[in-house]
């Protein structure tokens, strides 16, 4: 299984590439988006991709964006920008995680193998409550698949663990910091808008009506419920 690293800049790109190296990772080095994109689409041993966004042709966003029409594994995003809107334009599109340029190799590797572990766990993790059905919805969480009246829901790890997570804690509010605590392992920002962005791109797969959704409630000011 390998990780892929795709930049420009062939400085960070092989910074990158020697950091997950000496960790024992498997890598994929490129400084085209393009031909990355053709690597990911034929290699189905790819388990992570870390994207600049700043990329000429096809930039990180659009590249994103297009691996997540048909794969799932993590997605983490490198930026050298550090304004909320490029890091919701990022989230929003289906990546898990992002790291702002310059940024500490340590910093980099920790988030690498958090979205690692979530991603090794997403296909034989345990519980003693494995399915939950509520409203059409069926999630098995042995099996981490997701459906909605018989029709496959496909999403990221990132988005089972907070769906699931809900649907665990049906009929209780479960607030914005809780959400990310569990499923970030980081501790929770006021300013932080990376539940809020994913919960939407949540409720996009589940078909829910943007104003009154069915399955994943908005308590305001509280945070979200899916109900039993």
Not at 98 to 115: D, G, H, M, S
Not at 182 to 200: C, G, Q
Not at 209 to 218: E, L, Q, V
Request: proline share 3%; net charge negative; glycine share 4%.
């Amino acid at each position: 299984m390998s990780i892929i690293i795709v930049d420009d800049e062939k400085e960070i790109a092989d910074l990158v590439d020697v950091i997950l190296r000496n960790e024992g990772y498997e890598t994929l080095k490129y400084y085209d988006s393009v031909e990355a994109y053709r690597e990911i689409q034929e290699n189905q041993n790819i388990e992570l991709a870390i994207l600049d966004v700043m990329m000429p042709g096809m930039d990180g966003f659009e590249l994103c964006a297009k691996i997540r029409d048909n794969k799932t594994f993590p997605i983490i995003m490198l930026t050298a920008r550090v304004e909320d809107v490029d890091k919701i334009t990022g989230l929003s599109i289906g990546a898990d995680d992002y790291v702002t340029k310059p940024f500490n190799p340590l910093e980099l590797l920790a988030r690498v193998k958090a979205q690692m572990r979530r991603y090794k766990s997403y296909d034989g993790m345990k519980s003693s409550v494995e399915m939950f059905e509520s409203k059409g919805l069926v999630i098995n969480k042995r099996e981490h698949t997701v459906s909605l009246f018989d029709a496959d829901i496909i999403l990221t790890p990132t988005e089972f663990d907070i769906l699931w997570l809900l649907c665990e804690n049906a009929g209780n509010v479960v607030s914005s910091e809780k959400i990310f605590e569990a499923v970030w392992k980081e501790k929770y920002l006021d300013s932080n808008n990376t539940v809020m962005v994913h919960i939407r791109r949540l409720r996009e797969k589940l078909k829910e009506p943007s104003r009154k959704p069915n399955i994943i409630k908005t308590v305001w000011g509280v945070g979200y419920k899916v109900e039993k």
